[in-house]
Structures are given as C-alpha cells and as structure tokens.
C-alpha cells in the first residue's frame, strides 16, 4: 500500500509540475489535448485514450 501511495504522490507532482508548465492536459506522446472526461477520472493521465490503448497493446505483444 506505501508503495502504491508514494507512486501516486509522485504522479501528482509530475501533474504539478505539468500544470506550471503549461503542459497540463496534453498527450505526452502526441501532443494532443486530453479529453476533459478522462482527466476528470485520472487527473494524473499523461496520455489520450487513444494513446494509452496503443501502449497497452505494444506491452501486450512485446512485453514490457
């Protein structure tokens, strides 16, 4: 549990940062905007659904 708390406290400082920035609420792959629903469920997301999709398929094929 301590290490999935401290994770998430890490994500919230990146989102932070991201915000101070001005990079806040952009797909870190694509540069696209992020779907305001998705940040409202996962304000600490990085990447569009699309994005995120692909990723989770290329993990799927290649492994981590």
């Known amino acids: 549990t301590r290490d999935r708390e401290r994770k998430l ?3 919230i400082d ?3 940062q991201r915000i101070e920035e001005g990079a806040y609420g952009y797909c ?3 540069g696209e ?3 305001i629903r998705r940040l409202l469920a996962r304000p600490t997301a ?3 659904i699309e994005a995120q ?3 989770e ?3 799927r094929m290649y492994g981590d």
């Open 57 to 59: 398929r290329m993990q």
């Open 28 to 30: 870190a792959e694509t």
């Open 33 to 35: 905007p992020i779907g």
């Open 14 to 16: 990146e989102a932070l």
């Open 9 to 11: 406290l890490k994500k």
């Open 46 to 48: 990085t990447l569009t």
């Open 53 to 55: 999709e692909r990723r």
